[in-house]
């Protein structure tokens, strides 16, 4: 990350203007032939919908329509199924027109608004597939909460499933009313046994991600003695129902968005089962920090089911920052240089876009009739007051406890408030129920009354229920101020529905706290610590007195914000972030794993063969440490086995230094070694080096060393190494995010600097920097090895980094239609030998007998026509390949 600051944002952008881009870059994909279907699968905890089993006649006369086990209490509705305090209904009284069948009741559910309302947006020109989990499924009942009771899922037959799958996949959406002219959206229900859904939301999603996301761990919010593995199991199972029913209904050409950290395990998940699928991960709640992040036991395993998605985005520039902090702290994992996550060759893109609210919606429903009552019969209770409203959930990080403390700092600071301002509080019901947490709120507020309050005045007013939004609307376009102050948040929709909603009123300001997601967007509100109480109470004195002038100008200001970057901007930002994806060459092209069969078959057949290998990350694994990679006992057979067949002709071609190779490697017999990526060479029946730099001005070095000492002093943990032919500076031990920093700042200097005026090549590779000479190189290496050996009819050359793409480079022997190659005497032949005269040999190999093989992800960026995921695998090929040379002898 060469830049700490916080890059541009895609504010101001209008949803015409990124649809014609959405629109573009298909067209585009497909004249390339890059597979484009038109259609975004949304994956998401729930269906926008709720469900009710409608009981059969027959059900009412045993009384047990609820399917439940009696005596055993139903786990919480979350969310529930009733209607929450601001329900996401167009403008019409009535909520969205349900859909029935024979067997089900099928309703919109509230809750996630903006998100909802963003998806739908999107089929104004895209079909969508909308994958959830059916939720708690009920049944009509006199006994239960709102006329309804819970239905355990296991007593739904297969014959309701299918009934309901059959409606829910019809097309018939739930949006068709705000948009008629919409493409269609279906719905495909995941099915989960109701303990394991229940451990997998209630118990990881709210006791362990929920908090830790916000900046708690576990212990701070439970109960009881809290293990942050107990869920674990569940948590893992759902996310695999999750991604076997995305399997289901894709088809090559979709974009996969998956929404929220329910579900951070299923990228992985599908880049396995779907390895060309655009996959994209949206994160709805913040992102904590490294040094929080890290304190999570399957942290890696979250981490890494993550980054199976080709696009991770985010709510803001910093939880994007952090997220990239904690997959290079925790996992040790490369940043790119356009700062994505590079994973064993695959590379998860970063990105940020924060969400909005459907504001033409909003802005229909402040026009509601029944608002303009509330509103001036709210204006006539507190005549001659000002009033400060706040609306929150009852949480802990919502910071509604700090609010309450720093409105009594304001009456206490600025006494002339006392008696002429009014704070009402609304706070709806949280995720868990806080008995606490409550019972602080209430005595706070209490003390407050009675410090401050008269026998006709009451300075606070709390009101702990859930409103409707009529009642909503008019308590946010009759407030003074508004206050919203959570401690941690990632997005919050009130602060923009209380813009919208003062348009028609007051113009008035609004306090923000800075660690919320869409502080960073909304930067005309007055924003504060919300710990620190004399910044907020200072910030409420301001926002009360502020002049008319300044009013207008800021709200004018975050209209526009919150007007132009909507829910329906965000959706359409989204499929274009994910379009830009396809084109890139990690999705465009896929290196596919080697053919066992193929590799065998011309292996057996040829008379001379060529093994060229890499040794770390190749033969052997990155280690922190590097004398901690020593050869396994399986690589070791391999090599032993491979180099005493006299067919068979085998280098280690390394980056490592003579004295490594020869220690670990040396007493292998018939083994060709190449050290410091070709500087030097010894051939498989020798015993001495020779050396390429002879001939070289090796001058350079010293200017290197001094550079690199530079550096070195600069950042703890790193070291020199100096070999003969190159000099590499290492900052594996260093601190991971300072070391690539300073490593990119090095290579600036080197690049623009040095390189420009002497014979060398600056080379970045696995947590290090390396200079050395530009005649030389693994490819030099190879090309040698081929002149030398022109009867050859196998090759295969295994490599795992930036290095290793020299010797791919030098094996792209055939261009066009050509059978046969003439091979021109290498650099790497004449150097050694300056008074011999040689001449071009004609190579026997062909074409597909050339295995040029990247370790690593398919997606890596390689020039290697084939791949294998580890070099455990690069040492399985080879022991294959010995068994069946075996098998071959013995039938003879």
Not at 640 to 647: A, G, H, N, R, Y
Not at 744 to 751: A, F, G, I, K, M
Request: glycine letters at 6%.
């Amino acid at each position: 990350m060469d830049s700490f600051s916080e890059p541009r944002t895609h504010m101001g952008v209008s949803l015409e203007d990124v649809r014609a881009q959405v629109r573009k870059l298909e067209d585009d994909h497909r004249a390339k032939g890059i597979p484009v279907s038109g259609r975004i699968i949304h994956v998401s905890h729930y269906l926008p919908v709720t469900l009710a089993v409608v009981p059969k006649a027959t059900n009412g006369v045993n009384g047990h329509t609820n399917g439940g086990q009696p005596g055993i209490p139903s786990p919480p509705q979350t969310p529930p199924a009733k209607a929450s305090d601001i329900p996401p209904s167009p403008t019409a009284e009535d909520a969205p027109s349900a859909v029935h069948s024979t067997r089900w009741q099928i309703n919109s559910r509230y809750g996630h608004s903006a998100m909802v309302s963003g998806i739908a947006s999107l089929s104004a020109t895209h079909d969508q597939v909308y994958v959830g989990w059916t939720g708690d499924i009920h049944t009509p009942s006199s006994q239960g909460e709102n006329g309804y009771s819970k239905v355990a899922s296991s007593s739904i037959t297969q014959e309701d499933k299918a009934d309901l799958e059959s409606v829910l996949s019809s097309g018939k959406s739930l949006f068709k009313e705000e948009f008629p002219e919409g493409k269609p959206m279906t719905y495909a229900p995941v099915w989960l046994d109701d303990k394991q859904a229940h451990g997998h939301y209630d118990g990881y999603c709210k006791q362990i991600l929920w908090p830790l996301f916000h900046y708690l761990l576990w212990q701070d919010v439970a109960t009881e003695y809290a293990s942050a593995d107990a869920h674990w199991a569940p948590y893992s199972a759902v996310n695999e129902a999750f991604a076997k029913r995305v399997q289901e209904v894709y088809q090559p050409g979709d974009l996969i968005w998956i929404h929220d950290y329910h579900l951070l395990l299923v990228p992985a998940l599908l880049r396995q089962a779907l390895p060309d699928a655009a996959v994209g991960l949206f994160v709805h709640t913040p992102f904590p920090s490294s040094e929080v992040f890290r304190c999570l036991p399957r942290r890696k395993e979250i981490l890494d089911g993550m980054l199976g998605a080709n696009l991770i985005c985010f709510q803001t520039y910093s939880y994007s920052r952090h997220f990239t902090s904690s997959c290079v702290r925790v996992c040790g994992y490369e940043i790119t240089a356009r700062g994505g996550i590079d994973v064993a060759g695959h590379v998860s893109n970063i990105a940020y876009c924060p969400v909005g609210v459907d504001a033409e919606r909003v802005s229909k429903d402040i026009l509601r009739p029944g608002i303009q009552p509330k509103l001036e019969a709210l204006r006539a209770l507190y005549e001659g007051k000002k009033i400060i409203v706040g609306r929150d959930k009852l949480d802990v990080v919502k910071g509604v406890v700090q609010k309450l403390r720093a409105f009594e700092k304001l009456l206490c600071d600025y006494p002339q408030w006392q008696g002429n301002v009014v704070l009402i509080q609304v706070t709806s019901p949280a995720m868990s129920d806080s008995p606490k947490l409550e019972r602080q709120v209430s005595e706070l507020v209490a003390h407050i009354n009675g410090e401050y309050g008269s026998l006709d005045f009451i300075p606070v007013h709390h009101y702990h229920q859930t409103i409707k939004k009529d009642e909503f609307y008019a308590l946010l376009s009759v407030a003074d101020l508004g206050v919203i102050t959570p401690l941690r948040d990632g997005m919050n929709t009130t602060s923009m529905e209380f813009v919208l909603a003062q348009e028609r009123t007051r113009k008035s300001p609004l306090i923000l706290s800075e660690f919320m997601g869409i502080s960073s967007n909304m930067s005309e509100a007055l924003q504060i610590n919300p710990w620190n109480l004399g910044e907020v109470a200072a910030a409420m004195h301001r926002g009360l007195t502020m002049s008319e002038e300044e009013k207008l100008e800021r709200h004018s200001k975050l209209y526009k914000v919150v007007s132009t970057h909507t829910s329906h901007t965000w959706a359409a930002m989204l499929a274009k972030m994910l379009l830009e994806q396809l084109g890139r060459q990690n999705l465009a092209r896929r290196t596919p794993f080697i053919p066992k069969g193929q590799l065998e078959k011309h292996y057996l057949s040829a008379k001379k063969r060529l093994f060229l290998f890499d040794y770390d990350g190749t033969l052997a694994p990155i280690v922190r440490l590097p004398h901690m990679a020593v050869p396994s006992e399986n690589t070791l057979k391999a090599l032993e086995e491979l180099s005493s067949d006299p067919k068979n002709v085998v280098y280690i071609i390394s980056g490592r230094d003579q004295a490594f190779l020869e220690e670990h490697l040396g007493h292998i017999k018939g083994l060709g070694m190449s050290a410091e990526h070709g500087g030097f060479i010894k051939e498989p029946e020798s015993s001495t080096w020779a050396n390429f730099t002879e001939s070289l001005d090796m001058d350079w070095m010293g200017e290197v060393l001094e550079i690199f000492k530079y550096y070195t002093e600069r950042t703890a943990g790193s070291s020199i190494e100096v070999k003969k032919s190159s000099i590499t500076w290492h900052y594996r031990s260093s601190d991971p995010e300072w070391g690539l920093f300073q490593c990119r700042q090095c290579q600036d200097l080197l690049e623009n600097n040095l390189a420009r005026k002497r014979p060398i090549e600056v080379l970045v590779g696995k947590k290090n920097l390396e200079v050395r000479p530009i005649a030389v190189n693994k490819g030099e290496i190879v090309k040698r090895i081929l002149y030398f050996n022109p009867d050859a009819e196998f090759v295969f050359c295994a490599g795992d980094d930036k290095t290793d793409e020299d010797m791919f480079r030098a094996l792209l022997l055939f261009h066009n239609d050509n059978k046969k190659v003439v091979m021109e005497p290498p650099l790497s032949v004449t150097l050694l030998a300056s008074d011999k005269k040689f001449e071009p040999v004609e190579l026997a190999i062909e074409r597909d007998a050339v295995f040029t093989t990247a370790v690593g992800h398919s997606s890596k960026r390689t020039l290697a026509v084939w791949h294998v995921t580890t070099p455990e695998e690069v040492v399985e090929h080879m022991l294959h390949l010995i068994e069946r040379t075996s098998q071959e002898k013995s039938s003879l």
